[in-house]
């Protein structure tokens, strides 16, 4: 069930791989894969959830997909994502805040900039309901949710995390409460439950989040049932009634390791319990206005031969890439002082995105040429 690392040792998950679309964005110059699932149901007529998953160290993306997430999409209607995590020494590793002597992976590597790409790549694409993007992540890719928690949390409804807390070189200062599941075994032998060496302990990530969200305390306990031979039980800790309608929910797995629990072996499946919790919880439609406020615009939308690129403001600058559907670059220029217009004459009609990627700015926008 999990392949064991030197070092920082993040354990991967080995189950069933299932098929997406893979596919690239360019994130500050840099070419960041992830693979999508878009549910067979989906039609576009309604705004749906995007879920993003986060695979652990020395994991990647197509093992990933075996958690199965997007196999609840085609009923749940929601949009999955698979992001894949650059390379380092140790192998494919998030620059998540986990450190270990003072170690950090990939730590120059915009990881926040590459989710918050994701999400408004996607939105071009597909019908996203902005006020309900999800994270969950395993391992390193629990100790990335937290992270996506603390410094993206205007984008970020909820996140779920599995064996990973607030890494130890993280600066967690979230700007709004925010809902997060936390799954962690107590005879984990590789993210340990008490005297974790690369973040907080699982009990200190629950308090962090319970007082944060400024939830009612104690939380309300359950014992779960325990309907498989496993040598596990699970203790649900439940804390309610925080700010923004937030919770906390935690998941003690007594005598589980480092490891993704999964239906018919275990007493819980972590993917259905993590979508169960996700679906209870959206932004307000005023967090979505005031931190995604547009900074690209284009004119006229469709365009025959001249398409006119606006910035929110004349500082905006850096490359605009001109993209097909499948992420393909057709033309890339430089954006400088808020302002260019491109000649898309040439271009076959169809659908198109625009991606301004700068210091300061990262945005998607689609348009139509006629």
Not at 7 to 13: G, K, M, N, R
Not at 135 to 143: K, V
Not at 203 to 218: G, H, Y
Not at 340 to 363: C, K
Request: charged share 15%.
């Amino acid at each position: 069930m999990k392949t064991r690392l030197l070092a920082i040792a993040f354990s991967v998950i080995s189950l069933s791989v299932v098929a997406q679309t893979t596919k690239t964005i360019q994130v500050g110059g840099v070419t960041r894969q992830y693979k999508e699932y878009v549910a067979g149901s989906y039609t576009g007529a309604n705004p749906v959830p995007l879920v993003i998953c986060l695979h652990g160290l020395g994991d990647n993306m197509t093992n990933f997909s075996g958690i199965g997430m997007h196999l609840l999409s085609d009923s749940a209607q929601f949009i999955t994502l698979y992001p894949q995590a650059m390379s380092s020494a140790y192998g494919t590793a998030w620059n998540s805040g986990a450190s270990y002597m003072g170690i950090t992976l990939n730590p120059t590597v915009d990881d926040i900039g590459f989710i918050s790409a994701l999400i408004d790549s996607t939105a071009a694409l597909y019908n996203i309901d902005l006020t309900r993007v999800y994270a969950t992540g395993f391992s390193m890719g629990g100790f990335m949710c937290n992270r996506l928690a603390c410094q993206l949390g205007t984008r970020i409804c909820a996140i779920a995390s599995v064996a990973g807390t607030i890494g130890t070189s993280c600066t967690c200062s979230p700007i709004r409460a925010t809902p997060v599941a936390h799954f962690h075994g107590t005879a984990d032998g590789t993210v340990a439950y008490t005297g974790n060496a690369y973040g907080n302990d699982a009990e200190e990530l629950v308090s962090f989040w319970a007082d944060f969200n400024n939830c009612d305390t104690p939380a309300v306990h359950t014992a779960l049932p325990d309907i498989e031979a496993d040598s596990m039980t699970v203790d649900l800790y439940q804390y309610l009634n925080g700010d923004l309608n937030s919770e906390v929910w935690f998941y003690k797995v007594n005598g589980a390791d480092h490891t993704w629990l999964v239906p018919g072996t275990n007493d819980i499946s972590y993917t259905i319990e993590i979508w169960n919790f996700f679906k209870r919880f959206q932004h307000t439609t005023l967090d979505i206005e005031n931190s995604n406020a547009p900074k690209l615009s284009v004119y006229p939308n469709p365009a025959a031969d001249m398409l006119q690129v606006n910035g929110f403001n004349s500082a905006d600058h850096g490359t605009l890439t001109l993209m097909d559907l499948s992420g393909r670059t057709l033309m890339q220029t430089c954006f400088e002082n808020g302002f260019t217009t491109l000649n898309v004459s040439q271009l076959p009609a169809g659908i198109y995105l625009l991606q301004l990627s700068g210091d300061n700015v990262f945005e998607t926008v689609r348009f139509v040429k006629e």
